[in-house]
């Protein structure tokens, strides 16, 4: 059983997916925890719902025209991006969990989630008493590896 340290989410920016991800000012005092005062960055390992481990880097740091920065980067954010499609408008989850009984031992969790919209049409017999609509959920955007990612092959129509 584990217990959540922190929870961070943010839409993702087109400079979050091309690059590396900003994230809210909220998290810079609880990575600090994890840092020697005299360093800004750090890599940490980050694992997936399907248990798929991401190695990110993590840096802090103070911007000459404004308050602190907090970014994760790396090769393993290129491959999040690359491998899963992610794109902006993606909702990130960050969060870090100390496990239970397990020494103090602190593991990092990552989701990329993307709203899907759906419409639906009543049937006439239910018509009169509900309205035709909308409705919007969120799934995860990182698979596991072995399925594969959904292509189209062939001609346009």
């Not at 018509?127 to 698979?143: L, M, N, P, R, T």
Request: charged fraction near 25%; charge should be positive; hydrophobic fraction near 35%.
């Amino acid at each position: 059983m584990a217990q959540r340290n922190f929870a961070v989410s943010k839409i993702l920016s087109v400079s979050d997916v091309s690059d590396k991800v900003e994230l809210p000012a909220a998290i810079r005092k609880h990575m600090q925890l994890m840092m020697n005062k005299e360093e800004n960055s750090m890599e940490l390992t980050a694992s997936d719902r399907w248990g798929q481990e991401w190695t990110l880097k993590y840096c802090s740091y103070v911007r000459k025209t404004g308050g602190p920065k907090n970014v994760l980067s790396g090769a393993g954010w290129r491959q999040i991006v690359d491998d899963n499609g992610v794109r902006p408008g993606d909702k990130l989850i960050f969060s870090r969990d100390q496990v239970v009984g397990a020494d103090g031992v602190l593991e990092y969790k990552i989701q990329v989630k993307r709203q899907t919209k759906t419409f639906f049409r009543m049937s006439a017999a239910v018509h009169d008493s509900c309205a035709d609509g909308e409705s919007f959920y969120e799934e995860e955007v990182i698979k596991p590896k072995s399925q594969p990612r959904m292509t189209f092959q062939g001609n346009a129509m």
